[in-house]
């Protein structure tokens, strides 16, 4: 059932893939149930050592936070740096706790806040975001993320407005004109990471619409040592309140994220919107890598 690490300091780390059920698909997370005697130094060794964009520690939770046994501390690291939320390993998080404990739900605090996740009886995982926000983005950030992006201001959709959105994480919306312009990613790693660290960016979501309810994303990564991101659920989270945010989307919608198909790993996300909740749900299933 559970997959280790060859390194003794470890302890049982658990391999998931989130918003796919291929092992194939979607976006690896390493998930460690019991984190209680690790340090920051070891979690983030372990983290460098899986690779995966992400790996989810839990440990206890704060008191009267919820039910014993389905209440935790979640933190999340990156081969790099920790990570303020991440969607993906929490939603992998979930899915290997339902498989132990049963589904219902999970509450969690995180650095962000508490977020609560349902899981179904077809382990299905829907995460509730902490409050979104949204930010101008000031012309001359533009230029530097089109420039180490290697776009032109042409490549760029003007129906929708380039913003920072928040809704755990902060990421830099790009919309993309075209299919083909979102389909070619050969970016300046370094460049772009410098001008991420410098505005505290997770991601920069890069975006082209299918459809009403049907979207292609991609998620450049470099601060957290990953070249692109192959399923982003706190990303999925912060476009959905963008786009209820310009009026792209009704206030209450569902939505569907096509992501990772560019880097021969597909996975799928479902964003819910409801009307008078400014919070965003993401669900997608998750499952073992042998």
Known sequence: MKTQTNSPATGDVLRYTAFSSDPSGGNPAGVVLDASALDDSARLAIAAELGYSETAFLTAPPEGLGEPGRAFTLRFFSPLAEVSFCGHATVATAVALAERRGPGEFVFATPVGTVPVEVDAQLRATLTSVDPHMEDVPAETLTEALAALDWQATDLDPSFPVRIAYAGARH??????????????????????????????????????????????????????????????????????????????????????????????PGLLGVELREGDRRVRVSGTATRIA
């Open 172 to 265: 830099l919306i790009l919309a993309a004109a075209t299919r083909q312009r979102l389909s070619h990613l050969d970016y300046d790693f370094d460049r772009l990471a410098t001008l991420m660290r410098a505005h505290d960016l997770t991601t920069v979501q890069l975006v082209w619409r299918e459809s009403g309810t049907v979207f292609h994303v991609r998620d450049p990564f470099p601060v957290g040592g990953v070249v692109e991101d192959p399923a982003t659920g706190a990303a999925a989270a912060a476009l959905g309140a963008y786009l209820r945010e310009h009026g792209l989307v009704g206030a209450a919608a569902r939505l569907t994220l096509h992501q990772g198909a560019d880097m021969g790993r």
